[in-house]
């Protein structure tokens, strides 16, 4: 699919693809959408301040992280709810460690909550990793993006809080 442009939201994005998808009769499982763009540095941070995930943590190692995340789902994400809505996009963002501090924004991950039926079985989540300038990350050749079964593999541990683990509660914004 043609990617669309920088500044257009998250949730425009997501409405584009379900037009797209019913327009093209096809279900939504075939699709992937596309990128949230840039636009997550408005989003707002969950997180007071970058934290760093250690060396030897099962997940995310040796970065530094903000978590930021969309008007739709903020509210839900900061208050635990079990589910948060259809279009909540979370980033987390990554800065490599410069002894001890965070350095250069190497990365981001994406999770977006996507319409049901896109990956019923796992919480209907699009997972990604990107660089920079917005551009999926590839490993073995494949793009990193959608129902990424290692990203499922481990998220599924908190299927009961959306498979979210929310942020480590030392620097979790309170609202
Ligand atoms: C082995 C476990 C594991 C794997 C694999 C994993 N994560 Fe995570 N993820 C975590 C943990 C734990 C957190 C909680 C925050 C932290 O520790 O930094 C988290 C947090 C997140 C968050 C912030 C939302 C939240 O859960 O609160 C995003 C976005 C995210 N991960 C994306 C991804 C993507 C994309 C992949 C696949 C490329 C992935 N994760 C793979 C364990 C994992």
Redesign the pocket.
Known sequence: MERLPKIVTALGAFAVVLMVVLAAGCSPKQTEVSSPGTDFRDFSLATSRP?H?PED????RDTW?N?RVNDVGIDSYLGRNATVPVGTV???EDFANADGAPGDFQKY???AKMAPGYDPDNGDWY???RMPDDQPVEMNGMK?EGR?P??V???TR?AATD??????DSVRVER
């Open positions: 934290y995930t943590a099962v997940a995310h992280h978590i979370v980033i987390k991950l994406v999770m997972y990604s990793v990193m990424i290692m990203c593999g481990c998220h908190v498979y979210l683990f929310g942020p480590p």
